[in-house]
Structures are given as C-alpha cells and as structure tokens.
DNA sequence: CCCCTTGAAATTGGATCCATCTTCTGGGAA
DNA sequence: TTCCCAGAAGATGGATCCAATTTCAAGGGG
C-alpha cells in the first residue's frame, strides 16, 4: 500500500503537544522536558525530539541549546507585528485561493461558521474561528503561504485566547458579523472586498487586543 | 562557562547543507541521504535527522515520511506567489526595523552596498545581495518576522541565481541602483520612501523573473 | 509484450546506552 | 550574612544497534 499504515511516533508526539499547546494546557514560559513527555505520551525521548523539532518548525516552541523547549513568551510589540504580517499575508492567501474555492469549499466555510455562532465553549470557538480562516485559504495551493500563516496563528493563540477571555461572549457577535462580511463578498467573487473585510476584521482585532496591557509580560 | 564550548554537531551539519543548498551544489529536487552526509560530514545520521528538521523549519527542503528529504522544485506560480508575500512583508520588516538603525549598523550597510558593487562572482553577489537587505531588516527586533523573511528568501534562492545568470551581469546595475535609493531613504528616515522603493525593487525582479519560463519545471 | 507479484536491498524511523552541559545545593571563607 | 566555588544530580546531545517501510529488479502469468 502507498499509504503509511501506522503514523510515525514523532508525528503523533507532535500532534499531542500542538494540541497541549493550542489549548493553553501547556502555558508559555513553561520548559518542556522530553523525559516528562516521553513517558506521558508513551514514546521513547527521541521521537519526541523530533516532535520538538517540527513544533519549532510551526512557530508553536522555541529550543535553547543544552536548555530545553518552551512555548515563546511575547511582549505587545511583539504580538502586535505578528498582528501586522497577518493583515498583510492572509488577504493575499484569501486573494490568491478565492478563485480556486470550490461547492464543497463553501459548504465547509458556511457549516464551520453555523457552528461557530452555535458554540459555546471557548476552546471550541478559537479551534472553529482558526478552521474558518484557513478553509478560507485552503485553495491558495501555496504550501509556503499556508504555513506561514498558520505559523502566525500558532504564535498568537495564547494571546488571543486570553483577550476572548477578557473580552467575554458578546465580544464573539462582533467577529460573527464579519465573518459573514467575508462570506459574502466571497460569494460575490469580490476579491477587493474580501481583502477589505479581512484587514478590517484583523486589525479590529489587533487594536482592541493591544489595549489591554494586562495581556503581556513588559513593562 | 555560560557559552556553549563546541557547537552541536546538528547545527555543525545544518550550517554546511544550509551552504550546499544556497549555492545551488545541492539541487532541487535530489534526495539528500541521511547516511551520505552524515559520513560527508564526519558525524553519525542522528545529528543529520536533526539538521534535516533545522532546514526543514527554515524553509530551505520538504521531509516526506519513510521517503527522505530534498530541495522542493517550485512552478512558476508558487515563485511568483512568495515573491509577493515578500514585497508585503519585507516593507513591514524595514519600517519596523529603520527607526531603530543605529551607525553601525548604518555602516555594515553601506559597506556590503560598497562590496556588491565590487564583486564579481555570481555566488559572491548573491550572498551580499541577501546580507544587504537582511541587515536593513535586523533592528526590526522581531524573530518571528525575520524568520520568515530568511525562509522566503531561502525558498526563492535557487531561481533567483538562476535568473541571475540568465540575466548577465549588467542586470547587477539595475539592483545597484535600486539599493542606492533604499539606503538614502533610510538615510533621511522616510518610511514611507524606503518602503515604496523596497516594494519596486522586490516588483521588478518578480516580473523579469516570471518571464522567464525556461527556469521552472510547470508546463 | 505487458503487467502484476514477490523478494531482497536500501533507506528511514525508533530504542537504548553513554557523553556533555546546565543547574542546584551545600559548604566554607571574607 | 553574603558571596563564591565545588560537586552531585538532572537534563539535553550523540552513537550504535535494531525494526519497519519503501524501492527496485527479477521472474512468472495473462
């Protein structure tokens, strides 16, 4: 067969961790010991070395030689740029993959949405919200592109999830509203649109995150 | 001692394939055998796996499981495509970077300008080229952002010495040029010059290179 | 003549053991 | 009391051996 029949140990290691991570089990600053790991996932250290590896590779970690792993502590400035590459690349991944999003596509992004306005639970939300704006980019064909973006999404998950925290439930109503923005304009095949709702709906959200100083580590 | 003695013999091999590949002596598409380099290299296959990881993460090979790594081949969209993420995050990197230029760094700048516009060597050019921009970039004081620059540019290498090439040297003077305005907008500290002549600079050399269909693989 | 199967060789992935580096703790001297 | 140094413990980095997967070639059947 040309399909892998069992996933490599690394690759589900690795897939454990982003999850640990994404969710905020494992808080940025924390070190991460690859014994602790290896044991608690039921692998030897070394596929967990390599999972260590491919989280560096997604912006989710960071290693320090002879030191250790840990998920990256940001001061606001620091978000605040990952929040600028973010309004310039991700209209161009909507731009670039807006022509090739096909039926089922939309099916997807319409069904993620009617879920996100059902949800309740803020994992749940943050998980829905991130597979909306990539299924929104899913059709760009540019591995790099994707990647890239998703590694921008890795980095800011913390901070993100804590500003929802913050900012409560009501806050959700305001991202709904623009989702349903980019859809439409999708629909339409309006690039200009798209690309106008999007930025907005970013930098929306990096003002009213940078507002709250509370979120980060700086003086 | 605080400072590591040695350095580790992963980042020993990272370092010398990361050369290989810049230089075009590994090309794209040839399968880099774990075994070849490690006895290439004087080191055993683990340290490899993890320099292949290293590479991996910046963007300069593709690890496909049970299959090996290689240098990807890119089609002409794909290069187009990081051409344009480049000409939307690379302004955002000098902006950030220019209010926190300091002399010397003003210094290295011009004195790389002053040795591209000496060297005659492709290979030669190509690296200060490369150190050129990334030093305009340094004080942006954003790993995360200058990460991904280095992967655009490490992902695009191969076809912009390619394109070099074809080009012939007088192109060289073009580049000259283009570099001599963004160090005297620096110079003034006018952002938003610096960023226009940046965006033209990057535009330019995507067009002449897209028209060159003989550099990719697509039909 | 072509295609599928089968087996061996080559290559990558994983486990265990050892070396090296970092860090923490305890003791001693100013 | 405070600072510094030495030594032990803990963690990461590396080497070797073994298992699983892929690839390629040879042989048989349609």
């Given at each position: 067969?040309?399909?892998?029949?069992?996933?490599a140990?690394?690759?589900?290691?690795?897939?454990?961790?982003?999850?640990?991570?994404?969710?905020?089990?494992?808080?940025?600053?924390?070190?991460?010991?690859?014994?602790?790991?290896?044991?608690?996932?039921?692998?030897?250290?070394?596929?967990?070395?390599?999972?260590?590896?491919?989280?560096?590779?997604?912006?989710l970690?960071?290693?320090?030689?002879?030191?250790?792993?840990r998920?990256?502590?940001?001061?606001?400035?620091?978000?605040?740029?990952?929040?600028?590459?973010?309004?310039?690349?991700?209209?161009?991944?909507?731009?670039?993959?807006?022509?090739?999003?096909?039926a089922?596509?939309?099916?997807?992004?319409?069904?993620?949405?009617?879920?996100?306005?059902?949800i309740?639970?803020?994992?749940?939300?943050?998980?829905?919200?991130?597979?909306f704006?990539?299924?929104?980019?899913?059709?760009?064909?540019?591995?790099?592109?994707?990647?890239?973006?998703?590694?921008?999404?890795?980095a800011?998950?913390?901070?993100?999830?804590?500003?929802?925290?913050?900012?409560?439930?009501?806050?959700?109503?305001?991202?709904?509203?623009?989702?349903?923005?980019?859809?439409?304009?999708?629909?339409?095949?309006?690039?200009?649109?798209?690309?106008?709702y999007?930025?907005?709906?970013?930098?929306?959200?990096?003002?009213?995150?940078?507002?709250?100083?509370?979120?980060?580590?700086?003086?």
């Open positions: 067969m040309t399909q892998p029949t069992t996933e140990a690394s690759v589900r290691v690795a897939a454990s961790l982003r999850t640990e991570i994404l969710d905020g089990v494992i808080e940025p600053g924390t070190w991460i010991r690859q014994e602790e790991v290896a044991e608690r996932l039921g692998a030897s250290r070394l596929p967990v070395r390599e999972a260590l590896r491919i989280l560096t590779a997604e912006g970690i960071t290693v320090e030689p002879n030191r250790g792993a998920v990256p502590v940001l001061d606001r400035r620091e978000v605040e740029v990952l929040y600028r590459m973010r309004e310039r690349l991700e209209p161009l991944a909507l731009v670039e993959s807006m022509p090739n999003l096909g089922v596509d939309f099916d997807r992004i319409r069904d993620l949405q009617q879920q996100i306005e059902a309740d639970d803020l994992r749940d939300f943050l998980a829905l919200d991130r597979a704006h990539l299924a929104t980019y899913s059709a760009c064909g540019i591995d790099h592109l994707q990647d890239t973006v998703v590694r921008l999404w890795n800011t998950q913390h901070y993100r999830r804590a500003f929802m925290e913050l900012a409560g439930p009501q806050r959700r109503w305001v991202v709904n509203a623009e989702h349903s923005l980019i859809i439409d304009a999708l629909d339409r095949q309006d690039g200009q649109d798209a690309e106008r999007l930025v907005g709906h970013i930098r929306r959200t990096r003002r009213e995150l940078i507002a709250h100083p509370e979120l980060f580590s700086d003086a």
